[in-house]
């Protein structure tokens, strides 16, 4: 179960210092705030107007209050600072010039998950759980930024660039993550999953994800693979095993090779249910307005094969 407050619950060794950095900040802003409204709310009771007591004495500096105040202060200000570089540091470990655990792609608006051994996924992330996973981050067209708030830091993705980042499960689990940077019209909805699972579960489903699609035998899935072709979605979609003659598949729609194994549609608007995608097809900008899929005019017979074809890729 991902948390309610992720910023608020760390699950490894790289948010720790975070969260702990951000408590601390917390309290003693806290401790500030209730120290000078207190002093504040006193002073104006203590010294409140009490009738005819004429003009009371004018007193022009003090520089032993004043040092105090501003050595306190600035007490304050470097403490927080040193504990701020501290947990940027132990946040950030040195990511080196070594092959990464997974490429990150983000996409208006869907992230895309491709480990060195071609396991895909879309909107979930699969990681082993119990050690540092190494990303490298893209973007395929404006700035995003790459949060995952209980497992690391955040990190902008930029397109043209390739950003690093170290991330953490301390524990099998589901993790909640996010896009930190306006995008565009839903970026609201631009999340995405990170599945930590034990070292045996992990290499199971990567050696799946990395599998082409399965051939489809139900006369309906055939006909939708059919369809698929004759609407041309292979021109933004990729499905590995299924030939296609664009070349750039893949890169402008999620890859839809298992597409039956994720459990939401729609960059994570919809769950995955036969319902929900013949309706997804059928008015996409209704249900995701801007997103770059356009609403097809397709026949409710070829919704209903393709529909049937993308549901049998497992
Ligand atoms: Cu991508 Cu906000």
Known sequence: MSSSFPVFDPASTLAQPLFEVTRLTFWLGGAVFLAVAGLLWYLMWRYRHRGADGEPAQVFGNAADEWGWIAGAALLVVGLLVATVRAAAAASPATGSGAPDVYVTAHQWYWSFRTPDGA???????????????LDLTSMDVIHDFSAPQ????????????????????APGRYSGACNEFCGAQHAWMRFTVV????????????????PA?????????????????????????????????PHAGALGPELTHFASSPTIAGGVLTNTPAHLRH??????????????????????????????LEALK
């Open 120 to 134: 895909q996924s879309t909107g979930e992330l699969h990681i082993p759980a119990g050690r540092r996973v190494l």
């Open 151 to 170: 497992l690391g830091r955040k990190i902008d993705v930029i397109p043209g660039q390739h950003a690093r980042l170290w991330i953490e499960a301390g």
């Open 196 to 211: 930590a699972e034990d070292p045996a579960a992990y290499a199971g489903g990567a050696a799946k994800r990395a599998a």
């Open 214 to 246: 399965m051939a489809v035998a139900d006369t309906g899935a055939r006909r939708g693979e059919a369809t698929f072709r004759q609407v041309q979605c292979g021109a933004c979609h990729l499905v590995r095993g299924l030939s296609s003659s664009f």
């Open 280 to 309: 997804w097809l059928a008015d996409t900008q209704g249900i995701k307005p801007g997103v770059h899929m356009p609403t097809l005019p397709l026949t409710d017979a070829e919704i209903g094969d393709l529909t049937t074809y």
